[in-house]
């Protein structure tokens, strides 16, 4: 037989049901703050170096080499910052860096997108062949294919110029925005295909004027990425503009500061800063977006 239900035994327990849930709800605060007092310290750790180097920026030589790991500087300067733009260069090299960087993000913005839409959204005959392949050259290093590419753009009369460096970073095969893509297409419902092409849409139509405004948090993510990358680039931009040391970007153009006996370290940290400063401010122009994108691609 089944025990009695004694009148008003649920209005005594939802007290103590009430009671558990705030005991749960303090611990797991409690345990928040646990780790965030074990995590500041190796925050602070981690980001040191990189306030250092900023910090540095504004140091004299003699402090730079005997004021140790001290951040703030006993003897405030903006001789680095100067030399660096103007004796180094550092001027027309991130005129380079921002017409290299913005190349390369419209390139593989473009390719990216279209592969990663037919991959997505088009019934490709052995899809999943190449999206094998696309992943198997992930592993291949740079290095391996820097001399086909050199050919390549030589043969095509685009060496020692920016458009050639630009074609020669944003040509390879960029695997991980196409992956994003293609992710975030293919989980657009299908309905809004349907539509379109009852309203008498073709493929590419669909693609331009309707799949693609839609994935305006992946385009974000990879134009952030690509950004980024092409920034800091060093291999491609050295190689394709040899000839011509006037177009070098900021990362080639940090060899300025190594001479045959000495070492410009101050001026180093401030071409450092003035390379830095424009990722910072793109980045957080573009977090919103770089996190809807990433969210919306690796749920897709």
Known sequence: MSAPVI???SEREAPVRRSDRAGESVALRHRAKLWHVLLIPLCLVWVYPFIWVATSAFKSQREMFLGG?????????LDNITRA???AGFASYTINTVVFSLGVVAVVLFVSATAGYALGRGDIPGKKIIVGILIATMFIPDGYTIIPVFVLVDSLGLNNNLTGAVLAAAGPVHVVPILLFMGYF???PQDLEEAARMDGAGFLRIFWRIMLPLAQPVIGTVALFRFIGAWNAFLVPLVFTLGRPDLRTLGVGMYSFFGSDTTDWAGLAAGALISLIPVIVVFLLLQRTFIEGMAGAVKS
Not at 69 to 77: R, W
């Open 7 to 9: 009148p008003g035994n």
């Open 69 to 77: 790991i001290g951040l703030i500087p006993e003897e405030f300067t």
């Open 85 to 87: 733009w103007d004796t």
């Open 186 to 188: 293919a989980g657009l």
